[in-house]
Structures are given as structure tokens and as C-alpha cells.
């Protein structure tokens, strides 16, 4: 454990809120949780806006119930919209391996990973779109699809009075044309398309709305933590340093700059003390990922205090506890989507410094919420900072948490989902 | 004057605005055109972006030009020139764009680098009616606990800045009794205070100005009514001590 921890946890920033002026309704439920952390009063606006839809029901569709962000985030959302009064189902499409390989490669072309896309696979994706079509109970007038793989569902199964919206939580700006130019047709379609950030959104003929991603703060990657179990989780891992942590969380790629954070360490660790968690998920189904682990491993062997860890899928727990325990969490990327993971160090009120690209500025504002860098010295001055004023960490690490909980919990990402349908239903 | 004052929350959909600048010459030539709904979304928003902040951070034009383009004499100007919240948009476009016609020629052009270009924005609300409204203007004081930052921030800015005078609540308030409340409200949103804030300046402003008319109206009541409420009155304040002693 790290003996130059923060205690900044212990402040407890003004939700300002109206919770202790106003009345609160009878809730429960996940609500009654958020009420606490948002406020009555930012409850009960999104109540007021839950209202408007009154009557309607909402369907959401994707293609996986456990696994990655998006399910993640469905599970919470659509409890949240029931509670509000609103009628909301979760709809999975299901494939086989042949087609959730069309829409992997799909996937992966979207994200700028250029694959050829056959005209077998146009048949096997539009097949079984088709069969889906007619299996999934779409019964809804508000129709909410996530990502593109089951996008063209709405060539199928659009019926009058309904709103469909597509909700497209991936990074497009490096998008493969021909990818692209197969599911414009059924994109063009829906009567909104919806983006996390403004370099994400490809030429549209369709309104297009920005909704940033959110986390949900009483997940097991976020909940709220004691010192002992902190302390328990660190320890199984072997994190035992008696300098601070520097810490980055995140999958074993070279967008993510392991080896940028590795040099940057080396410059903290010559003029300060300082331990170095570098904590990815496994390689092992991914051989470029292998590579780059093991790249990292290399580049770090004779430089001391550093601890590379491979954690296993479902160690939310884990990165939960060691990004609690570091005193400053780094996301040095060279590219990013939105990066949440900023957001969930933010959340945790950590020091935070990451690079000024993607959707990053939007989380960390430069010596508010955190301090962003544009290089590998930038990465260690800024580093240095916060390793010698704990104050700057406690001060920014407060900001941070406030910010998140202003703008990147999921209520306001359900309040903007509400808003979208709202602004259609008139 | 008997219609209510009806509360509204409003839900900002952002959305992109199809500029986007690449130099300072294209962020002015942006600001020159952009629409009214551009400059709410990165200007005039800037407290309900961030509501609980220390203080309101400078506006995205700013932000952009100190961080990005490295020009931190630039972006102070710009900075000042938008923290003014209730500027009329005209005003405030004429503003922006004179901090920006005074950068030298040759710095207007110097591209920013890959990845972090200005992309405009657009900021639409979507208005759904609170379930709160007001007779009066001492009826406002009651209900202004119930308000949330959003519907504060849009009756007494965005509103009145969109010309949807309908729901602007000063002028409501002049109209109904309370011009010194209204007056109140105007100085301290002319303050550019952050929202939560803003929120509780008004709302004690409005409740200390309460006090004389209270005083009066008391003491024309009943005896044994004053002494009921003066002992309710106790008891909730002893209750509040309580309170706070068993959290301490």
C-alpha cells in the first residue's frame, strides 16, 4: 500500500443541490441511490422530463446482454427509465459465429482497422438482420439501437408512429468508407443519430445529437471503497510500494502509449521517489496486444518500481482498488475514443494527468479538474506537480469528482436519451 | 395579474454546428457566422456546464485559443469578454470578434495543430414543465428550493437571451409585486457567478427581502397565532441544532 496516499476521499464536495431544502418524493430503487449523489432537485428535473414521455414505451437494442461498456450500460439505464414510469424493454439480436464475424470485422474497419467486407459478408449480415427483424419484439414506439451492428434492423421493421434512433457509441472519425457506405442506407433512415463526441460523427443526412458516455458510480469498477479492502486487493496483487503510484489503466495497445508512460515514468522516478502500475486486461486472445505487452515488458526490465499486471476480464474490483490507491493516474494516449477510464479516476477524486486528445479535455480541464500534457516530459513535469502538492491533488481531485457527477454518471446520460425522444415525440 | 408563473427544466441537446476552425482567422470567420445557438452552447452555457464549480471556467472560444493555439493574451481577452451572462448575442459576437480582429495578421494563420481543431456546436433545449409554479412573487421565494440549476439558469438567462419572454421570470417578477426581488435576481445574475451559487444569492437576496412585509403582515395577526408560530418556528430551529450536532 502506498504510504503517500491521498486522504482527499475524506473531503465531501457540496452537492448544493436542494437536498436538504426540498421534500423528497418517495423513490427507491436506483433512483433513491442517485438521489443521493446528484441531489433531489436534479432528480426531480429528470422526473419532469420523464413525464413527457408518459404513455410511450421505449425498446432498446444491441447485440450482447453481458460483456463491454454498452451492456454495462444498458443494464443500469433501463432500470432507471422503468423507474421513472417509463415502459422500457431490452432487446439482445442474436447470430451466429458467421455473422458476429461480418460484424467484428464490421467493427473493427469502423475503428480504421481497413478489412475487405465481401459480398458474402453483405448476405450474411442482411440474413440474419432479416431473421432478427421478424424474431425481436420492437413493439415500442420509441425504438433505441445501439452500435452498428443492428442497425439495419430499421430496413426491416419500421412501423408508423415510431421513432427509431441510433446510438452509435464508436469511434467513426477513422472509419473504413466501404464499411461505411454499407450502413449509410439504413443509418439515413432513423430520425436521429447519436454520437459521444463531435469528431466521431461522420457526414450525415440525419439530425445528429452528442451525448457523451457516462459510468455508473455504484458499479463494482466505481463503488465506493473502505481502506481495508482497498488494502486487501493490493496486497493479493503484490502492490505493496512505500513511494506513490503513478498508474495507468488500460488494455495493452500502442494508441495507449505504455511505452510513452514507461519513459515518462523513468524521468519522474530520477528526480522523485515513485512506483509505476501499469495495469492492462490479457493479451492473450490478442496477438497485437501480446506484442505490445511484451514490448513493455522489455523496456522496462532493469528499471526499478515498476509492476506490469495482466488482469483477467471481470476484474473490475481490481482496477477499482488500484486506481484508488495511486496518487496519480496517468492516460497518456496518443488517440482515444472518449476514455472513461478518465472518468472513472476523476470519480475516485484522483490526480489525474492525460493527454489533450479525443474525449478527453472534456473531463480533464487543464488545472481545474486535472492537467493535460502533449508529451512524454509534459507527462513527467506535470507528474512531478502533483507527486510534491498534495494540496493541487486534493483541490483538482474535488473539481474532478464534482464534474463527474455533473455531467458523466448515467442520469445524464438517460436525461439526454429523454431529451432526444422528447425533442421527436414533440 | 393573476397568471402563474409556470417552472420549466430544460434538457440541452448538443449538436454539431457543420463549422469548424483550424486558425484564428477561421475561428473568427466562425464566430462571424455561427448562430445564436453556437454562442449559447460555448459561451453563455458555461455555468450550467458547470454548475458546481469553484468558479466558471472561461468559455470554449478561450479555452481553445490559450490551450491549443498557446496565445494566453488572446484567450484572457476572450475570457473576460464572455464572462458577462447576460450580454445580448449581437453584443456579444461583436465582443468576441474585436478581441479577435486585433490579433496580428500573421498569427491569424498559423494552423492548429492535427486532432485539436474548434468544431462548432449548436445547444437546443428541451423544455418539460416542472409541476412548480407561482402566483406571486412571495410565492416564487417558497417554491425556489424546488428549482433545479437548469430551470434557474433558463428563467433567468436563457430565456430572456432567446426573447421567449414568456418565460423570463425578472420581468414576471416586475410585474407582480416584486420589483425589488426582480431587481435583486438581475444584479446578482449580472454577477456571472457559478450556477449553484447564483442559486442561493437569489434565493436569500429574495427571502431577506421578505423580512420587512413578513414583520408586518405578523403583527396585524392574532396573538395566539404569532405565539403558535414563534414556538413552531423554535422547534424547527432547535430541531436544525440537533441536527447538526448529531452529524458533528
Known amino acids: ?400 469528482h464534482v464534474h463527474v457527477r455533473d455531467n458523466f454518471l448515467h442520469t445524464r446520460e438517460v436525461r439526454d436519451y429523454l431529451a432526444v425522444f422528447a425533442r421527436l415525440v414533440g | 395579474m393573476s397568471e402563474a408563473f409556470i417552472f420549466h427544466t430544460p434538457s440541452p441537446l448538443e449538436s454539431p454546428a457543420g463549422q469548424v476552425a483550424t486558425d484564428i482567422q477561421s475561428l473568427r470567420d466562425g464566430i462571424a457566422a455561427c448562430s445564436d445557438a453556437s454562442l449559447f452552447q460555448h459561451v453563455t452555457r458555461m455555468p450550467v456546464r458547470f454548475p458546481h464549480a469553484r468558479d466558471v471556467p472561461e468559455n470554449d472560444f478561450a479555452r481553445w485559443v490559450g490551450d491549443v493555439m498557446q496565445m494566453p493574451e488572446v484567450s484572457e481577452r476572450l475570457a473576460f469578454v464572455g464572462s458577462a451572462s447576460i450580454l445580448d448575442f449581437d453584443e456579444l459576437r461583436g465582443s468576441l470578434l474585436g478581441v479577435l480582429d486585433r490579433v496580428q495578421p500573421k498569427e491569424r494563420k498559423r494552423e492548429a495543430p492535427e486532432g485539436a481543431l474548434f468544431h462548432f456546436l449548436e445547444a437546443h433545449s428541451v423544455l418539460a414543465p416542472l409541476g412548480v409554479e407561482a402566483r406571486t412573487a412571495a410565492e416564487v421565494i417558497e417554491v425556489w428550493p424546488w428549482i433545479d440549476l437548469g430551470s434557474a439558469f433558463y428563467h433567468l438567462v436563457e430565456a430572456p437571451l432567446q426573447r421567449t419572454e414568456e418565460q423570463a421570470l425578472i420581468p414576471w417578477l416586475r410585474e407582480h409585486g416584486g420589483k425589488s426581488m426582480a431587481d435583486s435576481a438581475e444584479q446578482v445574475v449580472r454577477s456571472s457567478r457559478p450556477l449553484n451559487i447564483l442559486l442561493k444569492e437569489v434565493g436569500s437576496r429574495w427571502r431577506r427581502s421578505m423580512i420587512g412585509r413578513r414583520l408586518i403582515e405578523r403583527a396585524e395577526a392574532p396573538e395566539l397565532e404569532r405565539q403558535r408560530e414563534a414556538r413552531a418556528a423554535m422547534a424547527r430551529l432547535a430541531g436544525r441544532l440537533r441536527g447538526r450536532g448529531s452529524k458533528s
Open chain 1, 1 to 400: 500500500m502506498s504510504a503517500a496516499r491521498d486522504d482527499s476521499a475524506a473531503y465531501a464536495p457540496p452537492i448544493g443541490d436542494g437536498s436538504q431544502l426540498a421534500p423528497t418524493s418517495p423513490r427507491g430503487g436506483w433512483l433513491e441511490r442517485y438521489e443521493q449523489l446528484v441531489g433531489a432537485r436534479t432528480l426531480r428535473a429528470l422526473e419532469a422530463l420523464a413525464r413527457k414521455l408518459k404513455g410511450h414505451r421505449i425498446v432498446m437494442v444491441n447485440t450482447t446482454k453481458t460483456g463491454g461498456g454498452v451492456a454495462e450500460i444498458l443494464h443500469r439505464v433501463v432500470v432507471i427509465l422503468n423507474e421513472l414510469g417509463i415502459e422500457t424493454s431490452w432487446e439482445v439480436m442474436e447470430g451466429d459465429e458467421h455473422f458476429f464475424g461480418v460484424t467484428k470485422k464490421m467493427h473493427n474497419a469502423l475503428h480504421g482497422h481497413t478489412q475487405p467486407l465481401t459480398d458474402e459478408d453483405r448476405e450474411v449480415y442482411h440474413e440474419r438482420t432479416r431473421m432478427e427483424a421478424e424474431r425481436l419484439a420492437l413493439d415500442g414506439d420509441l425504438i433505441l439501437i445501439h452500435d452498428p451492428q443492428p442497425a439495419s434492423l430499421i430496413e426491416h421493421r419500421r412501423e408508423p408512429g415510431q421513432h427509431w434512433v441510433w446510438r452509435c457509441h464508436i469511434d467513426l472519425s477513422r472509419r473504413d468508407e466501404d464499411y461505411w457506405d454499407f450502413l449509410k442506407p439504413a443509418v439515413s433512415r432513423y430520425d436521429t443519430a447519436i454520437f459521444s463526441h463531435i469528431e466521431f460523427v461522420p457526414p450525415l443526412t440525419i439530425p445528429a445529437v452528442l451525448v457523451p458516455p457516462s459510468i455508473d458510480p455504484f458499479a463494482e469498477k466505481n463503488r465506493d471503497m473502505s481502506e481495508e479492502e482497498i488494502e486487501s486487493i493490493c496486497d493479493r496483487l503484490g502492490l505493496d510500494a512505500a513511494s506513490p503510484w503513478m498508474t495507468q489503466v488500460s488494455r495493452y495497445d500502442r494508441i495507449k502509449d505504455p511505452i510513452g508512460v514507461l519513459e515518462a515514468f523513468k524521468l519522474v522516478r530520477a528526480r522523485r521517489p515513485a512506483h509505476l502500475v501499469l495495469a492492462g486486461g490479457s493479451a492473450s486472445d490478442d496477438p497485437e496486444g501480446a506484442e505490445v505487452l511484451a514490448e513493455v515488458r522489455e523496456k522496462a526490465k532493469g528499471v526499478k518500481d515498476v509492476t506490469i499486471l495482466e488482469l483477467p476480464p471481470q476484474s473490475d474490483i481490481e482496477i477499482n482498488a488500484i486506481q484508488r490507491a495511486s496518487t496519480v493516474v496517468l492516460q497518456k494516449s496518443l488517440r482515444e475514443g472518449f476514455a472513461l477510464t478518465v472518468s472513472e479516476a476523476l470519480w475516485k477524486r484522483r490526480a489525474v494527468v492525460a493527454s489533450a486528445v479525443g474525449g478527453i479535455p472534456l473531463q480533464v480541464l487543464h488545472e481545474r479538474t486535472g492537467l493535460l500534457v502533449r508529451s512524454i516530459e509534459g507527462t513527467a513535469f506535470q507528474t512531478i506537480r502533483f507527486l510534491d502538492n498534495p494540496e493541487l491533488r486534493r483541490d483538482l481531485g474535488v473539481e474532478g
